[in-house]
């Protein structure tokens, strides 16, 4: 397997991995994420896609440049969880309100599930493992275990 190989596979198995853990925590586990955990989410869908298309394009002179796209979006997601974890550590302040599930159907039911919704705010830790809350892990999963090594792949050896 070529590194360009490894590099499209990795940029594709990681941002699914931790997409299924932060889908599998709030459904499974019960942990509703807060508006920026969704913020970190997006990259994460954004490098699934691109990845694929990288796949789909292996033998395209276009399978480089969007596995490195699908890394920097592997590498905004987890900037987003550097933000979101000193958010919920107190090193600075938000940029977001509390947030709640959606909703829908008729008005009793929609105020009936608003009721019955946690409010989630961003600067709360929900849980955390060694000290490092899901932000801080997303953030090093993505920067130290994706991006820099999905690009470290795509290095063309001289």
Same mark, same amino acid.
């Given at each position: 397997m070529t590194n360009l190989a490894k590099a499209r596979l990795l940029a594709l198995i990681l941002p699914t991995a931790l997409l299924a853990g932060a889908l599998g925590s709030q459904y499974l586990g019960g942990l509703y994420p807060?508006?920026?955990c969704h913020w970190q989410r997006w *990259?994460?869908?954004a490098a699934v896609a691109v990845a694929l298309v990288a796949i789909l394009a292996r033998n395209s002179a276009l399978s480089r440049p969007l596995t490195l796209l699908a890394a920097l979006l592997i590498l905004g997601?987890?900037?987003t969880g550097i933000f979101h974890a000193g958010v919920e550590y107190g090193w600075w302040e938000g940029l977001t309100r509390c947030a709640?599930?959606?909703v829908g159907g008729s008005?009793?039911?929609v105020l009936a599930e608003i009721m019955?919704? *946690?409010m989630i705010r961003c600067?709360?830790?929900?849980?955390s493992l060694f000290g490092i809350s899901l932000a801080g892990w997303n953030a090093l999963f993505s920067i130290l275990g994706g991006s820099a090594i999905v690009a470290l792949c795509l290095k063309r050896p001289r």
């Open positions: 807060c508006e920026m *990259p994460h869908y997601s987890g900037a709640s599930a959606g008005t009793a039911d019955a919704t *946690p600067d709360a830790v929900q849980w």
